[in-house]
């Protein structure tokens, strides 16, 4: 691409484009960040109003991009057909495994992130797969079919910088141009070519669908967002104002003036004791109840739960004396949730090790597309549950139990391929199906 091509392709499509974008994830980016708009009060409200409204935010939605992030750990990637072992050292090497937390974070609540893989060096060597992802507040793709498209035909980062000004990386299926604002606008610095033939962008997009939008668990449900904070407020509003029970007394004193009386009343505290002639009359004013509050707060947090399929016991915190199945059927929304984020976000994992393997120069790991992620368990089982059905697996159905260990509960893929070398370079201490040790013969 020529320099003048790059400047018009950032300059007239790439931006305006991001920019608009950029608007509404800054909205969705609110509610992650607990900073959403508060609840609607009229011109003249109190200090004190806007001060209940400011604590009555609550980060909802924060909470159940959270929940389903939390379920999601990618350990490793596997094959039936080759071994394919080689294929997951980017993944470590680039520190991903920390990172892909933060990328699921963003895919998840604003619906779509990105990860490029681009040549680079790491230490002496050259020609490795350098792996960053980024958030789609600071990067923006472009595809010919957004739904059918595997590769982005442009995709720029916009870096900002002191004074208000913003450095530019644009990106193409042949080289990253370096671009910034100047005197007359954006100007062109310099030209590296990293020769993969695809624009080296890779989008994660958990709900793609087939007309290429990408909403996450943020956008639609802002609307029961907001009606969990206005309940919230208007509870915090009752408990401040109405709370207690109001004393009455009337008849005090006709005969002052309505000017005494208003100094007098302004005089009064909780502690004072009013007296008054044989005509005075004392009351008392009920409290507001704030069970009805609550239970609009319950019936809106019930709603959040099974539009989000989040585990009503995340939002709530509630669970007494819940059996192991109940808890397994009040998450079974949240797992087929959590299965279908590993389906698509699995397919991007490969899509990004396999053009790390092209610039790494393993072809037959780049064409392979049997390739599968492997990811952590995390339903919630005890280990006594777990080992006793691993158990009955290998007795019952004759599975060798080392391709277990790996589902045992808190053994990680790593941990259990530890197990495995070790059991091979230490025959004498591995155990038969039945728990006994292999005990050497006398000659």
């Given amino acids: 691409m020529k320099q003048q091509d790059a400047i018009a392709v950032v300059k007239e499509q790439l931006l305006p484009a991001f920019q608009s974008e950029r ?9 992650l960040r607990n900073e959403q708009p508060t609840a609607k009060l009229p011109r003249r409200a109190s200090r004190e109003h806007k001060y209940l409204a400011e604590i009555a935010r609550t980060p909802w939605l924060r909470l159940v991009v959270n929940s389903a992030v939390q379920m999601l750990h990618a350990e490793a990637v596997y094959s039936t057909e080759r071994d394919v072992r080689q294929m997951w050292a980017p993944f470590t090497r680039n ?17 779509t992130a990105y990860v490029t893989a681009l040549p680079g060096q790491f230490r002496e060597q050259r020609n490795v797969a350098k792996m960053r992802p980024y958030s ?10 957004p739904a059918e498209d595997e590769w982005p035909m442009f995709a720029v980062r916009v870096i900002p910088q002191p004074r208000g000004t913003f450095h530019y990386r644009l990106l193409d299926e042949e080289s990253v141009y370096y671009l910034s ?9 310099e030209r590296r070519e990293h020769g993969l033939g695809v624009c080296p962008v890779i989008r994660f997009s958990p709900r793609l669908d087939l007309m290429g939008r990408a ?3 943020v956008g639609p449900f802002r609307t029961t967002a907001d009606r969990l904070d206005k309940t919230e407020y208007d509870r915090l509003l009752a408990q401040h104002y109405n ?10 004193d006709d005969a002052i003036s309505d000017e005494e009386s208003e100094k007098i009343r302004m005089q009064l505290s909780h502690e004072d004791i009013l007296l008054g002639s044989n005509e005075t009359e004392f009351g008392t004013l009920d409290q507001t109840s704030l069970g ?16 989000s399929q989040t585990p009503t016991t995340a939002l709530s915190g509630k669970m007494i004396n819940v059996s192991a199945e109940g808890l397994a059927e009040a998450k079974a929304n949240a797992y087929a949730k959590r299965n279908e ?10 899509q990004t090790l396999r053009l790390a393997a092209q610039i790494e120069n393993r072809p037959e790991d780049a064409a392979d597309y049997t390739a599968t992620i492997s990811w952590d368990d995390t339903e919630t089982r005890t280990l006594n549950q777990a080992v006793d059905a691993l158990g009955k697996a290998t007795t019952m159905l004759g599975v060798p139990p080392e391709l277990l260990w790996e589902f045992i509960p808190g053994v990680s893929k790593t941990k259990s391929d530890y197990w495995k070398k070790y059991a091979q370079e230490h025959p004498q201490d591995a155990l038969d199906p039945y728990g006994r040790h292999d005990t050497p013969t006398l000659d």
């Fill in 215 to 217: 909403d996450g668990d």
């Fill in 243 to 252: 709370s207690w029970r109001v004393k009455t007394a009337t008849k005090l």
């Fill in 136 to 145: 789609p507040l600071e990067m923006f793709a472009v595809y010919a079919d």
């Fill in 292 to 307: 009805d509050f609550d239970q609009a707060k319950e019936s809106h947090v019930e709603t959040l739960a099974a539009i």
């Fill in 23 to 31: 608007r509404e994830l800054l909205k969705i980016d609110q509610y």
């Fill in 95 to 111: 520190g991903m495994v920390a990172k892909q937390t933060p990328l699921y974070r963003d895919a998840i609540g604003f619906g």
């Fill in 181 to 189: 604002d100047g005197p007359d606008g954006v100007q062109y610095l």
């Fill in 341 to 350: 984020f590993q389906v698509t976000l699995g397919g991007s994992h490969i």
